[in-house]
């Protein structure tokens, strides 16, 4: 069910009436949302509910057997871990895989382990990796002793299975989610307020910006002949990082502002990423609840930056390839994963953001360095091959070609309204314009009212969420 549809209007009608209607009961409420949360993700194939029952119900038991088994903990933690990979490997990588193990020992003709997988399993169930992955967090966050386990199964499956984020994030924690479950917050005015801009600005992003700007990335990945030109992959590459920060970023701020109305708080997931003038402030802006995941449960763990300067590379290596295998079951994936390992550690050795930060003068400069770095690596993340990802960039650094970034009038138009938005929005513009509050109510209220058209009138053609493929 998407958030862009009509089905999924209804469905939310549904849920905040019938939500008023039981009030306090807290019991009550939970199965209200679990239910109703199971309804919207079977929606699109009743059959993978299975899939979440399953690996939630691994670690709901491993949890608590955790607590009362002491001398059994690390065996459960492992057992558990193994079931939640398990079910990532065969339902997301049990295709990449294969193919890979044909390729290595040359299974050609005669045999292909590939060509002989179920097509059930070479079909990922939509966000796989989000509730895996959140739900991995209980369990690890119990092992560490870091919180309680919840008895009441329900208790769980509610913030497991949360509709608003439960296909494309953020990746919730459940020392954060699980006590606001159990308290029955009046939603005030000002609460109603802020979910209505998280919603109407995160439809804005998805159904204007990154649904008008899809056309443009599909073309240029999709051509027979790819262009020659220069400026043009530029203008590819630059269009796909603005659609891929709005479609996800506005998933986000819809799954905040339902979040909102619902009297829960979800954490912010982007913070303005392209202003960013270093890789490593990147990554604290983007995707930051996945981020911060593979930063507590896998760079850490692995021994972070305590073990001395070269041991650190590589567990920042092996984080961010995993990061990028995180993305998909592909190489270009996993490049992209690799070039931000390389990136990053070519920044710790130089220290040149260290040294640009104390210069204000160089932070233009710093940023647009960082800028270029993201791009090239998107090429990987968004191309349909190795080998093509090559080839563009190759042709963007050759600088050769008409000066034509390929746009129109139509990307032009979206290119822009975006860039202007998030300046303004960075710099936080609106808080500095000095204006009487009554005035301040209505300009704001005029700039909602101007999203809402364009989102009526002017939005893309509808398509997923880039993030539900993940």
Not at 233 to 246: D, E, K, P, S
Not at 309 to 332: E, F, Y
Not at 354 to 370: E, G, N, P, Q
Request: hydrophobic share 55%; aromatic share 20%; net charge positive.
């Amino acid at each position: 069910m998407l958030f862009n549809s009509l089905i999924f209007v209804a469905f939310a009608i549904v849920y905040f009436v019938v939500s008023k209607f039981i009030g306090k009961r807290v019991k009550a409420r939970l199965f209200w949302l679990t239910g109703m949360s199971f309804f919207f993700y079977g929606w699109w194939d009743w059959r993978f509910l299975f899939l979440i029952i399953f690996s939630g119900l691994i670690d709901y038991y491993a949890a608590l057997a955790m607590v009362r088994w002491e001398k059994y903990r690390k065996l459960l933690f492992f057992l558990s871990m193994a079931g939640n990979i398990g079910s990532l490997s065969v339902f997301k990588y049990s295709g990449f895989i294969a193919q890979n193990i044909d390729m290595l020992f040359g299974l050609t003709g005669a045999f292909s382990l590939a060509g002989n997988i179920p097509p059930f399993f070479l079909v990922t169930p939509v966000g796989i990796s989000f509730y895996t992955f959140q739900s991995m967090s209980y369990t690890l966050d119990v092992y560490h002793r870091k919180f309680t386990p919840t008895r009441d199964v329900i208790h769980f499956f509610a913030f497991l299975s949360m509709f608003p984020q439960l296909v494309a994030g953020p990746i919730i924690r459940a020392k954060e989610m699980l006590p606001q479950l159990l308290v029955v917050k009046k939603v005030e005015s000002d609460e109603k307020w802020a979910g209505f801009r998280y919603v109407v600005k995160g439809y804005f992003m998805k159904m204007v910006i990154a649904d008008n700007l899809a056309p443009l990335v599909v073309t240029a990945f999709s051509a027979p002949q790819p262009s020659s030109s220069s400026a043009y992959w530029w203008g590819a590459i630059i269009a796909f990082a603005l659609q891929i920060y709005c479609d996800f970023a506005g998933y986000s701020n819809i799954a905040r502002g339902l979040a909102r109305w619902m009297g829960y708080d979800f954490p912010d997931n982007f913070n303005h990423p392209y202003i960013s003038v270093s890789l490593r402030e990147f990554w604290t802006r983007w995707h930051i609840s996945l981020s911060t995941w593979f930063r507590d449960y896998l760079y850490i763990p692995l021994g972070g930056n305590r073990k001395g300067k070269w041991r650190s590379h590589l567990n920042m290596a092996v984080t961010m390839v995993i990061s990028g295998l995180w993305h998909g079951a592909a190489w270009t994936y996993v490049t992209w994963g690799a070039l931000h390992a390389f990136f990053l550690s070519l920044e710790r050795i130089t220290g040149w953001n260290t040294f640009v930060s104390k210069r204000k003068a160089l932070k233009v400069l710093a940023w647009f360095f960082t800028l270029i770095q993201v791009l090239v690596a998107w090429v990987f993340f968004r191309a349909e091959s190795i080998e093509q990802a090559w080839q563009i960039v190759k042709t963007m650094f050759a600088f050769t070609g008409k000066f034509d970034f390929g746009w129109g009038l139509n990307g032009w138009v979206f290119v822009t309204i975006m860039i202007i938005s998030e300046i303004v929005e960075a710099s936080k513009l609106k808080e500095k314009i000095s204006m009487k509050p009554a005035l301040a109510a209505c300009a704001e209220m005029g700039f909602y009212a101007l999203m809402i058209t364009a989102i009526v009138f002017f939005r893309g053609s509808g398509s997923e969420f880039i993030y539900f493929q993940f």
